[in-house]
């Protein structure tokens, strides 16, 4: 079963960190584009990074640029998202895609083949 698993969300106080995970089964993240998104009620979802372990490349959101980091773990077929510096506009629901091919820079427009749950992050002020 193909499946991504996100975990490490949280309540945190602005300026602290989480770090999101984003785990594969059924499908290994070798030739994907693995992009984290975020929404909150009532705004359209917003591409936060993408990771291609094919190449290397990474992508990042102006809003989060320097703060946030896209990483994996090979061995666990696993992304992670380590947020630090957190501010009250980060929360919303983080969602973890997967799309065939690598990332470019309209990884947010992309039509991803399989999609995670979400996983709450909530900054306090």
């Known amino acids: 079963e193909v499946q991504l698993v996100e975990s490490g969300g949280g309540l945190v106080q602005a300026g602290g960190s989480l770090r999101l995970s984003c785990s594969a089964s059924?499908?290994?993240?070798?030739?994907?584009?693995i992009a984290w998104f975020r929404q909150v009620p009532g705004k359209e979802r917003e591409g936060v990074s993408c990771f291609s372990r094919s190449d290397g490349s990474t992508y990042y959101a102006d809003s989060v640029k320097g703060r946030f980091t896209i990483s994996s773990d090979n061995a666990k077929n696993t992304v992670y998202l380590q947020m630090n510096s957190l501010k009250p506009e980060d929360t919303a629901v983080y969602s973890c895609a997967a799309d065939y091919g690598p990332c470019d820079s309209d990884y947010e427009r992309l039509e991803y083949d399989y999609w995670g749950q979400g996983t709450q992050v909530t900054v306090s002020s």
């Open positions: 059924g499908f290994t993240f070798d030739d994907y584009a």
